[in-house]
């Protein structure tokens, strides 16, 4: 698992390396974005050829996937104060765990079964119920 419940401390530690992989995406996001304001504000709207019709709906995707992005927490220790409550979904038949922080945005726990879930799971919960 790689995940660590450090009951002593309160808090979860979270081994995936998610932070790199991330600033990957956003980086590719931002040229993407940066390569459709190029071609749209370069090019006069009569000479458009199909490349630049084709990179503005690949530049909107881009924009809205940054935004999606910014609103994901890449903690590696979140501390179980600052977790507001689990959320269990599903994803192509796929269950997933992500946790939603009381900063607004949500961190995704790289979870292998439904029983790593329900530990996890119960973790947060009975902490949660300790403290009120």
Do not use: C
Not at 22 to 33: A, D, E, G, H, P
Not at 54 to 75: A, D, E, Q, R
């Amino acid at each position: 698992m790689k995940i660590k419940l450090d009951e002593e401390n309160r808090q979860l530690k979270i081994d995936d390396n998610i932070k790199i992989t991330y600033w990957m995406l956003k980086f590719v996001m931002f040229t993407n974005i940066f390569q459709m304001l190029l071609r749209v504000f370069k090019t006069p709207v009569a000479n458009w050829d199909f490349l630049t019709w084709l990179w503005i709906p690949i530049g909107l995707v881009s924009l809205f996937t940054l935004y999606y992005f910014t609103n994901l927490s890449t903690k590696e220790v979140i501390p179980l104060d600052e977790i507001q409550h689990p959320i269990l979904k599903n994803f192509f038949g796929r269950k997933r765990l992500s946790l939603k922080l009381k900063n607004g945005k949500a961190r995704h726990i790289p979870t292998h079964s439904i029983k790593e879930m329900e530990q996890i799971q119960k973790f947060i919960n009975s902490s949660q119920k300790a403290t009120t």
